[in-house]
Structure formats: structure tokens, C-alpha cells
């Protein structure tokens, strides 16, 4: 008991030590609350700590009660000694008045208490009451002694706070930084959007129109069209380019887990929650957020991001806190998202809320003029990155990788030019070692026209071109089409013709 001034350095030595050996909030606070107990000969300790002028942070009873803890409000009985600094001494009449506090001491059969605040650099940061189930327990603990306990476990608790604080951010940078380094590893050989092609140019404007508004953008597209590098494009050229660009895949979020990956949990949310996690709308915060693979999003999870999208705000897993978001959204997709929604498999207001302002990406085989620049721009970073010599690409070559239909789009390119730098063992790039062999061109169907391009100038070409185009009525594709006569790919001859200055007479 606090009646003398021996008591003092014990206290002081059980609360330094409980300062500098524990590192987890709740294990101190369980601490002290033991530590307390001793030195007050308590049957139980409360201890509550402030979060801000009308709320607690913490509120925890040593030992625990079998029925759930009060819920303590700034002004409650016990509550004024963090107004006045000064400690109190409490009887029974005088919690009479508060029902939860009543409540509690009636079931604990409390007679005594003793409340006193938690000091620090002239600011209370809670109190901490001892109960006694004994009449007139603490009528003769000495108020100095007593300031000093207060003033020894609120540098504890203020200690222990500000490690915690530390710790939070210490984490919040290490997300910030994989963030980032996701971000970096996402960002394709360059800012620029490569696209000169006729097919390519309406998607450049379309992103000229939206970049510089807040709307959201929905990007349609085969598997490796390159939607990701268009949403960067529109991120770097918004008002937000100097913000964050976070970027997270649907498809590859695991189940459990996917709801903590967006909005985040608290600590002991879950098993395996040990710390607090900002989700990625957080990282995204006054940025950008790209939800690649929307499709694949599960309906449960749909339902929540459109309330987010809706609200502009969220709560963490296991949290009660309401934290206001301003993130721009950028999803994208390779599904036929209406036709997910006719299937049930998407929801409908979240598809409508999403498609805002949609692109659609062409496939690499519909802008194959754009093909000999991306060639030439993937080798010079590939000879970079692999640390390997330049290589030329001859034009026989160049005509192979124009030919090829490129299922994987401009993803399947990068991995094959990346492989011809690594195979290439001359000057040369081995082209033929990474594409696959074509068939032997099927012969031509009857035709009354009978045309052939070998060893002819573009002169004569584009002569006989015109002459089987006129002749098919400007019919490309199909057997009877122009490119089945002239015994090429569609896309070849439609290379060929952009070339020769072929169009369609009005």
C-alpha cells in the first residue's frame, strides 16, 4: 500500500521495467494493471486510455470479469479525474448513479475504489482506478505517491504508445514500398504508349479525352493487349500522375485474404493478423487504383468494393473505424463483362458503376504496322536488362513477326524477342528459333483471276493487287476473298495494302 515513501521506488522500478521489456500494448497494459494491483492491495484494477477528448482507446480490467466490459465514456464517474489531475478516493454511494459502473461494482461485490489520471508533460492520457471488495481500503494512500504511480505508468503507457505508433509506421512504409516496387516492375519499357497505327490511334485519343477527369475508366482487351500500360498512361497524364499508381490483380487474390488486400485489417483481426494492414485503396489514397482482372472478382467481394465505390469510404477487417477514400478506379478485363452479368457471374450496378468511359484495346494482329517499332524498342531493352548484344532483325524476319497472329498480343512479343536475344548467337535475331513453323500456304480455290507477287516491284504489285481486290469486290477474307486469291494472310495483304497505298475507291 502507497502509504510511505519506501513504496515509492519499487513502484517506479516495477513500472521503468515494464516500460523497457515490453513491446506489445495489451501485454503492458496487463502488466501495469499486476504491477498496480500490488502496490494498491486491489482486488481488481481499470485501466483506460484516452484516444481523444470523447473517446477511450483502450479499456481493459485486471482481472477480467465474466460479464463484457463498460463501455467508459469521457464523463462518466471515474472519468473527471483526467480533468482535474487530481486522484479519488470512491465508495459505493458514488458510483450509485452509473448504471454500467453500478452495474459492475454490485457483480464484483467492490466497496472501495481509488481512481487516479495518468500524467504526462501536464496532459492526462487516462486513468487507472483500483477497487477493493473492503470498506475504507484506500483512505490512507498517500496522494503524492499515488500522482507518482500515475505519472510512472502513463510514461509507460505513453512509452509504449509511441512504439506502437513507430512500429505502424515502420510497416505502413514497408507496404508503401512493396507497392512501389510492384509498381515499377508493372511500368513496360517506358512511359510512351507505342501505337502509330491507323486501329491504334482511336485508343490514344480516347485516353487524351479521359486522363484529365476523374471518371472510371473500364479497359477491354485481349490477355496481353497491353491494358496495363494504357492505365499507367492515363495515370501519368491526370492530375494525379504525381500520386500514387497502385496496382492489384483479381485473379490472383487468394480467397481468404482478398478482402484484407483491398481494404485492409486490423491487428488480431483474424488468425495471423499480428498487425494492422492499410488495404490497397489506402496505398491508393489521392492516386490511382488499377483492379486488373475485374472479371474474376467473386460475387461476395463485388458486393463490397461497389458499396466503396459508392461511398468513398471503407472499414477495415475487424475495425470500427470509418476511413474516407479518394482513389480514382481503373479496371480492366479480358471477359465479356455484359455477358458475365446475363450469367449471374457479375454484378450488373457494379459492371454499370465500372464502365463509366470503356476502352477497347485492338489485338496486336489488328495494328500490325505497329509491329517494327515494338521490335525495335523491346530489343533495346532487352539488350539492357539481359546485359546481351543488339542484334537487327533482317527483313525477312521482320515479315515473319508481321505475319504471325500473336495470340498473346504485345506480352507475347516482349517474351519472344526476349528469348531471340538470349538464343542469337550472331548479329542477326534468331527469329525462326521462337516462332513456330508456318504450314505450307494451302493452294488458292479456282479463281478466274490467277495472281502472283514473286519478283514483281510495288509497282506491279500494287497493279496486281488492285486487279484482285476489283475483281473479288474489294473482298478480303474468305475463300473467294482477295488474300485467298493472292495467297496471303488478310492481315498481310492488309499490311501490304497500307504499304502500297491501296485503299478503297469511295
Known sequence: MLTAPSASLSLVLDVVRAAGSVRDTNALYAHLCAAVRRLLAADFVGLAVLENTEAFRSVIIDPPPTRPLPSYRVGDYATDVWRTLRPRVLARADVAGF??????????????????????????????????????????????????????????????????RLRELRDQAADDHASLVADVRAVQLGDDVIGDDPVFQSVKRQIELVAPTTATVLLLGETGSGKDVIARAIHDASPRGDRPFVTINCAALPGHLAESELFGHEAGAFTGASRQRRGKFELAQQGTLFLDEIGELPLDLQAKLLRVLQERELERIGGAETIQVDVRIIA??????????????????LYYRLSVFPIQLPPLRARRGDI???VELFIAHAAARLRVPGRRVSPQAMQRLIDYEWPGNVRELLNAIERAMIISQGELLDVDAVLPRLPAPAAPPPTRFTVTDAGDDDA???????AALDGCNWVIEGAAGAAAILGV?????RYRMKKLGISRPP
Open 99 to 164: 448504471p454500467v459502473a453500478g452495474a459492475l461494482w454490485k457483480e464484483l461485490d467492490i466497496q472501495s475504489g481509488y481512481s487516479l489520471p495518468l500524467v504526462i508533460e501536464g496532459r492526462a492520457i487516462g486513468f487507472i482506478a483500483a477497487w477493493s471488495r473492503a470498506r475504507d481500503t484506500y483512505a490512507g494512500v498517500d496522494p503524492a505517491l499515488a500522482l507518482e504511480l500515475g505519472g510512472a505508468v502513463a510514461i509507460a503507457i505513453d512509452g509504449g504508445l509511441a512504439y506502437e
Open 332 to 349: 480492366a478485363t479480358n471477359r465479356d463483362l455484359a455477358a458475365e452479368v446475363a450469367r449471374g457471374r457479375f454484378r450488373e450496378d
Open 489 to 493: 494472310h488478310p492481315n498481310t495483304l
Open 460 to 466: 506491279s504489285l500494287r497493279e496486281r493487287y488492285l
Open 372 to 374: 517494327p517499332r515494338l
